[in-house]
């Protein structure tokens, strides 16, 4: 099941933060940012670092998609 970050990026874009922000603030790695720079699975772990940081709820930094509304690169 596909999932979508777009959330997420445009909160940061709201909270006036990069993703170098969130990194240093929430203390998850470069490589979880860069898979969800993909669009790919990453822990709950993660997420809920994310949302402590942001003070939000998973709901509002991700969703799942269905498969056709996905561009293919």
């Given at each position: 099941m596909p999932i979508s970050y777009d959330k997420l990026w445009?909160?940061?874009?709201?909270?006036?933060?990069n993703r170098t922000d969130l990194k240093d603030a929430?203390?998850?790695?470069f490589n979880v940012l860069a898979?969800?720079?993909?669009?790919e699975?990453?822990?709950?772990?993660?997420?809920?670092?994310i949302c402590l940081t942001l003070k939000c709820d998973?709901?509002?930094i991700m969703?799942?998609?269905?498969?056709g509304d996905i561009e293919q690169s």
């Open positions: 445009k909160l940061l874009i709201d909270k006036k933060m929430s203390g998850i790695s898979k969800m720079g993909k669009n699975f990453v822990s709950m772990e993660s997420l809920h670092k998973v709901g509002d969703e799942f998609v269905d498969e």
